[in-house]
């Protein structure tokens, strides 16, 4: 699913700075992708990767650089990001459909990534993208 970001905003993407060579690592990363809803434990991106968990993790930090728990994050941050700043949805709503599980886990990690609460970041945005 591509997304258009309405203009002057970012077009920052956290998928494309997660660079990973190994074919294992690029099918979790594409599996956490299209799967952000779910809770994605480590257990289940070792899986599509055919590893076993802790060699998943080792290799994916050597692969990328950070954890995988890390990647899923600015993964589900970014996608929620979105849907804040182009939809009318409820930040509950949000929360849900990006794989946070709650507005208190979503808002967590916002003002750890962004510095600012999601209801500001929608603020920020101005006017809705039109779909």
């Known amino acids: 699913m591509h997304h258009r970001r309405a203009g002057g905003q970012s077009q920052h993407s956290a998928l494309l700075d997660i660079d990973a060579k190994a074919?294992?690592?690029?099918t979790a990363l594409a599996?956490?992708?299209?799967?952000?809803?779910?809770?994605?434990?480590?257990?289940?991106l070792a899986h599509v990767a055919s590893l076993s968990p802790?060699?998943?993790?080792?290799?994916?930090r050597n692969e990328t650089g950070t954890s995988p728990a890390k990647a899923?994050?600015?993964?589900?941050v970014e996608a929620a990001k979105l849907l804040l700043e182009q939809s009318r949805l409820p930040v509950?709503?949000?929360?849900?459909?990006?794989?946070?599980?709650?507005?208190?886990?979503?808002r967590r990690a916002f003002v750890?990534?962004?510095?600012?609460?999601?209801?500001?970041i929608r603020t920020n945005a101005g006017p809705l993208a039109t779909y």
């Open 54 to 60: 802790g060699q998943f993790a080792r290799v994916f």
């Open 72 to 76: 899923v994050e600015a993964m589900r």
């Open 112 to 120: 750890r990534v962004y510095g600012q609460a999601p209801r500001s």
């Open 31 to 44: 599996y956490a992708k299209r799967n952000i809803r779910m809770s994605l434990e480590i257990e289940d």
């Open 23 to 26: 074919d294992g690592i690029q």
């Open 92 to 106: 509950e709503v949000v929360a849900q459909e990006t794989g946070f599980g709650n507005r208190e886990r979503m």
